[in-house]
């Protein structure tokens, strides 16, 4: 039987792929001396790298006279108190690099750089998210001298409804794991073209990079469920889209791309007849909800393959395993959606909702088609949530 899969494709992606990690990269790392120890430490450690075409230059700054390369992709600030900050990435900035600017004290420094005249961009100012529930650890405070009053913002007596109050935070493993993830998003939202590079190259990029392209890839095969009408021709395309996912995954995580395990994922990958019989099965059961079961089929079991490398490859697994995980993966996504149970609940769900709505919800699927692929992808998005959600309740249900 001939898999619905360009096995030819998958090869010459896997290459472009391998070719677009190895690009070369330079990195200049700026370190406030005014900066809380353990930020300096976590950015230091973050941008270490053995990859051979990664260039990292650190420095040390004390005032606006902070070195960095002119031959940059990229800068990051490790801030702290000194004044200067927002002047430093304003000029960075102007060179034409793309500047992070990582710290424990955001309230601190986005206000210091704001009334120097340098504001720094939302966007670029990166630190650790205080959530309800957060344990926070209070840090020492800095010790600032009587020669470095007039330069620096003096640390207030401790107040919990004030924010300054709480800086610098100190960085937990909750924290440290939290700006790790932000710098990661970061650098994959900066460099669309380099990002697997980055990833490559450092660490704390690889699940931000991942997460993202199986973001991007369920989506994309929720529009094709979506959006094509003729019967077994979204399959090449979902299928294609999976097994450029995983090697963009397994790329991520510096796994060696060989011919004979790309031929091994190419198969796996292509033998997803699963997921068209499900949908098959569901749309004989909901026909008026059929553009959304195709979606929903689309979306999840492509999501469901994706994190599972992820995490895979997140706790040390390599290629040679990869293959079976991913295919035990996509079962179980779409094991729910088979049985005839998942199938009488997503049939009630929609009895609920009434026939105008049902209407209405056609009505509303069929012109976001009209209008644009990312109001269809949205609309697909939805529809796979219902149908996740009718699964959810047959499993509970059974048990």
């Known amino acids: 039987m001939k898999l619905p899969i360009d096995v030819m494709a998958v090869f010459q992606e896997a290459m472009d792929v391998d070719a677009a990690r190895s690009v070369p ?3 200049s790392v700026l370190l406030d001396d005014t900066a809380p120890a353990d930020l300096m430490a976590h950015v230091r450690s973050s941008f270490a790298s053995a990859s051979p075409q990664a260039r990292v230059s650190v420095n040390y700054f004390t005032d606006g006279s902070a070195v960095f390369d002119p031959r940059s992709d990229m800068a990051v600030i490790a ?4 004044p200067e900050v927002g002047a430093i990435a304003a000029r960075i900035r102007e060179a034409g690099i793309p500047v992070m600017v990582a710290t424990t004290l955001p309230e601190l420094v986005s206000a210091t750089a704001r009334e120097a005249g340098y504001p720094i961009p939302e966007g670029d100012l990166l630190s650790p998210e205080l959530k309800d529930g957060s344990v926070l650890m209070l840090a020492q405070p800095l010790e600032i001298t009587k020669e470095d009053a007039d330069r620096m913002v003096p640390y207030t007596e401790f107040d919990g409804t004030d924010p300054f109050s709480l800086e610098p935070y100190a960085l937990t493993e909750e924290f440290a794991a939290d700006l790790s993830r932000k710098m990661g998003e970061w650098v994959v939202a900066a460099f669309k073209q ?3 590079a980055f990833a490559q190259a450092f660490d704390f990029v690889r699940r931000p990079l991942s997460s993202e392209s199986v973001r991007a890839t369920s989506i994309q095969n929720a529009g094709v469920g979506l959006v094509v009408v003729i019967p077994g021709a ?6 294609l889209n999976q097994a450029k996912m995983i090697l963009q995954i397994a790329a991520a995580y510096g796994q060696p791309l060989t011919a004979e395990r790309v031929k091994e994922l190419a198969a796996v990958v292509g033998g997803a007849f699963a997921c068209r019989t499900v949908a098959r099965q569901l749309v004989g059961v909901v026909p008026a909800l059929g553009w959304a079961i195709k979606a929903a089929i689309g979306y999840s079991g492509t999501a469901a393959m994706g994190y599972a ?3 895979y490859f997140e706790h040390g697994g390599n290629m040679a395993g990869l293959a079976g995980v991913v295919s035990e993966a996509r079962a179980k996504a779409v094991s729910a959606a088979e049985s005839t149970r998942a199938g009488r609940v997503a049939k009630a769900t929609v009895d609920e909702v009434g026939s105008q709505a049902r209407k209405a919800a056609a009505d509303k699927a069929k012109e976001a088609v009209k209008s644009a692929p990312g109001k269809a992808f949205s609309a697909a998005r939805r529809a796979a949530a219902t149908v996740a959600s009718a699964a959810e309740r047959a499993s509970k249900a059974e048990r």
Do not use: F, Q
């Open 25 to 27: 990269l330079c990195v």
């Open 79 to 82: 801030a702290g108190v000194t």
């Open 194 to 196: 380099k990002r697997l």
């Open 234 to 239: 979204d399959m090449p395309i979902m299928t």
């Open 309 to 311: 490398a992820i995490e």
